[in-house]
């Protein structure tokens, strides 16, 4: 290769030149390519816009004309046949579109009636008209004298028609028709033609085009214009030049060239409803650059810097020669040449703040793909946390649901045993409602992310706020009492009652009570009244404790703002339990307020809510009733299946309890043992089981062969959301119940599932 090795300076820096001009012509032309193709993919993309804009455009005009037709179909004049009254009703109706008229037509095709010939003139047949096929010259150009039969489509078809331009012999002009059957009990009776000027459609394309290189026209299914703007070539009536469309396609994008021979690029759309096609193109010369004249002047620009370069380089050799060397070195070690080295030669220099913008450029790309990665990576995150949550939450209350169902099951057999100690039974109270208010909690968890958006589930029933108050205060008292805090009640007689839900009014008044434990020094006082003040019911709770500030009382109910104390043990908080508390109230009806002398005067939390008439007190059920459950249920035999055994045995000895007989399975297999072996009436299911889950249990003893007859399938489950709920029905369950089960809900089921 001794020839391509270079011989000096001049021959290095021709090379160097060379290597530097070429990749920039090419890019540069490569540059321009892109940037044509862009500009003409963007252009077309905004025609196949316009396109689709102006054919739902011109359908709406065409369905504005179909709904006038159907108001005079309706019209009891037809029915009477009153053409007298019909005639004077529809003119009044073309008045609102000047040029337009409205035709009635027979069975037979015979005009009854037109809105432009005077009452009782004669009228043609139109359908013997349109099997003339005549054609009319109208300034020049040949258009056919009939709608083409239109209203016998109508007939034909029982739907509106749809014609294509033709010449209106009665207003002297090309027009358009609709045509719609009139129908009764089912059959078309008569067809209704409205014929109205292009000019409509034409004033639409032209008024929704603006750009005035845009040319734009609405063509019929032969292929005759029916409307253009000002910057078409072809005017109403002409033959459309053809373009090429895909067979089906309601859509597409063409080249053509136009009548006026005007290259063109366009798009098209199809009408759905009447097959007329919107044209809309604009005028493309078709090269690759922008213009050839800035296409020439590039090369010429480029050529000329590389020639006069390779002239310099001999003059210049000793000079550039060191400069050259420290260019190459930095390019070399893929470094940006240092700004402050100014050679004085514009070339080298260019060539040196080139490689810099390079530089930068890719370092500024880096980063921006850096970000684009990060942020991909956080959506990414985001979602999985999301789904992470959702997944969570549903575990975290079937997990919570499990160890429910046996204590809430405990609670009603230590209630069947009726102890005659009353503090075990004051004991076993307080855990049934204990389990009955965490099981409502477990079910609202399931809604966290609608608390987040204020969109709260509440259960409307009468409230006792005396009850409430005297849970909340048993709730916070233990907290009360470690905090040295002395907590009192004063509750009116009778106490007050309120539409709402208990659960979340409790939440309330100990979310207060709290914040009051938290802000109060130990040997303080906590009061929390109860009372009737006019149309309201009022819960208040006070504390001797740190106090509010002026310019906190109003914004201490907003989310994340919170009173700050310093040095009291930093219990501040995250700020969410007075928003959550004061949304609560809102919900209800009621206000919050708080009010405070100031800081170290102790402060007072006011709920008010709308009063309501306190129910009629609550009949206990007889206890003949329960000694019938037993007799209906006598003989009659149920397999508990749960993998929690306290769960499956406290059940089974519930059911024992009701006069069922029971057997008990800890996993599927199991099951379906025990069903093919027992034949049990009922089985309760659990879902989750360590071998197979419940519902592939529930399809096995579906199919499971020679059962003499298929036992009640219940689930009880901890899953309780809606989907499930559909799981369990598809796979074949009876009933879905969540746990804990209400044992007087299990019983009806059982009795009225089981027991028939």
Known sequence: MPLLKPRNLNHVLGRLLAAVIAPLLLGTLALLTWQTSQENRLAQTRLLALA??????????????????????????????????????????????????IVLVGPD??????????????????????????????????????????????????QPAYSDLYYGVQVNRPALSVSV?????????????????????????????????????????????????????????????????????????????SRDGTPLMGAYAV??????????????????????????????????????????????????????????????????????????????????????????????????????TVAQNQEALLRQADR???????????ELRNPLAPIRTSAELIRRRAPADPVVERARSIIERQVLHLSRLVDDLLDVSRITLGRIHLRQEPVNLGEVAAAAVDAVGDAAAQAGLVLEQDIAAPPPFVNGDATRLTQCVVNLLNNAVKFTPRGGRLV???????????????DSGVGVSADNLHRIFE?????????HGGNTGLGIGLALTRRLVELHGGTIRAMSAG?????????????????????????????????????????????????????????????????VAHDGQSAVRAVQERAPDAVLLDIGLPDIDGYEVCRRIRTQPGLKRQPVLIAVTGWGQQSDQDAAQAAGFDAHMTKPVAPQALMEVLGERVGR
Do not use: C
Request: proline share 7%; charged share 20%; net charge positive.
């Open 52 to 101: 689709h804009a102006l054919v739902q455009a011109s359908d709406a005009e065409f369905d504005r004309g179909i709904a006038q037709l159907q108001v005079l179909a309706a019209s009891p004049m037809i029915d009477e046949g009153d053409w007298q009254q019909m005639h004077r009703f529809a003119s009044e109706v073309t008045r609102k579109v000047p040029g337009s008229l």
């Open 109 to 158: 095709g015979q005009a009854l009636l037109n809105t432009v010939v005077p009452w009782g003139q004669p009228l043609p047949n139109l359908w013997k008209l349109g099997e003339q096929h005549k054609e009319a010259l109208w300034e020049g150009r040949s258009l056919p004298l009939s709608s083409g039969n239109l209203s016998r489509q109508a007939f034909d078809t029982g």
């Open 181 to 257: 059957p009139v129908q009764r009990d089912g059959r078309s009776r008569y067809a209704l033609i409205l014929s109205y000027p292009p000019a409509v459609l034409q004033e639409m394309i032209r008024s929704s085009v603006t750009v005035p290189e845009v040319r734009a026209g609405l063509v019929d299914r032969r292929g005759v214009v029916v409307a253009a703007n000002g910057a078409a070539a072809a005017r109403l009536g002409d033959k459309a030049v053809p373009i090429t469309t895909r067979p089906g396609a309601l859509h597409g994008l063409y080249r053509a060239t």
């Open 271 to 372: 009408s759905r409803k009447n097959g007329f096609i919107v044209r809309v193109s604009q005028p493309h010369p078709g090269h690759l650059f922008p213009t050839r004249l800035t296409s020439l002047a590039w090369l010429a620009l480029l050529l000329t810097a590389f020639v006069a370069s390779v002239v310099l380089a001999g003059l210049l050799s000793r000079r550039l020669a060191r400069p050259l060397r420290e260019l190459g070195e930095d390019v070399r070690v893929g470094r940006p040449p240092p700004p402050e080295r100014d050679t004085g030669i514009a070339e080298i220099d260019l060539l040196a703040q080139a490689l810099r913008d390079g530089a930068q450029a890719e370092r500024q790309r880096v980063q921006e793909q850096t970000l684009r």
């Open 388 to 398: 992470q949550k959702d997944e969570f939450l549903a575990t975290l209350a079937h």
């Open 528 to 542: 929390v009244r109860v009372m009737r003040q006019g149309t309201q019911a009022v819960v208040e709770v006070q």
């Open 559 to 567: 989310l994340f703002v919170q009173e700050r104390h310093s040095g």
């Open 599 to 663: 800081l170290g005067h102790g402060s007072t939390f006011r709920i008010e809510l709308p009063l309501a008439e306190a129910p009629q007190a609550a009949v206990p059920p007889a206890a003949p009733q329960a000694r019938g459950t037993q007799e209906k249920s006598a003989g009659l035999q149920v397999l508990v299946v749960d993998d929690n055994r306290d769960a499956a045995d406290t059940l089974a000895d519930l059911l024992g309890m009701h006069g069922y007989g029971t057997a």
